[in-house]
């Protein structure tokens, strides 16, 4: 059975950081590509960050850029989203999800992946 299971989340004072982690099981990470949604309550889904399985490759969402920084481990066959000076409109459900088999690229767009987590709630309030 292919599982993503999302954890990190937590309350935290607007400012502060937060590193989320997204660990698979059934399946290796290699040759994945992996991606971090959030959802707000009343909101739209929103794509935030990806990375590639080969290259390094990575993708920000404007409103995290120069903040969220998305990385891997495949031995450990983890994804890691480090979130600093988080905002209260950061706040929301994460999720991480993966694409087996695509060697370059990847996408903040949900329809490209097949593997979803069941989410991480970050609270950013004072």
């Known amino acids: 059975q292919l599982q993503l299971v999302e954890s990190g989340g937590d309350l935290v004072q607007p400012g502060g950081s937060l590193r989320l982690s997204c660990a698979a099981s059934?399946?290796?990470?290699?040759?994945?590509?992996v991606a971090w949604f959030r959802q707000a309550p009343g909101k739209e889904r929103e794509g935030v960050s990806c990375?590639?399985?080969?290259?390094?490759?990575?993708n920000y969402v404007d409103s995290v850029k120069g903040r969220f920084t998305i990385s891997r481990d495949n031995a450990k066959k983890t994804v890691y989203l480090q979130m600093n000076n988080l905002k209260p409109e950061d706040a929301a459900v994460y999720y991480c999800?993966?694409?087996?088999?695509?060697?370059?690229?990847?996408?903040?767009?949900?329809?490209?992946?097949?593997?979803w987590g069941q989410g991480t709630q970050v609270t950013v309030s004072s």
């Open positions: 059934g399946f290796t990470l290699d040759g994945a590509a």
């Open positions: 999800a993966a694409v087996r088999r695509v060697a370059y690229g990847c996408s903040v767009v949900a329809s490209w992946y097949a593997v």
């Open positions: 990375i590639e399985s080969r290259g390094g490759g990575t």
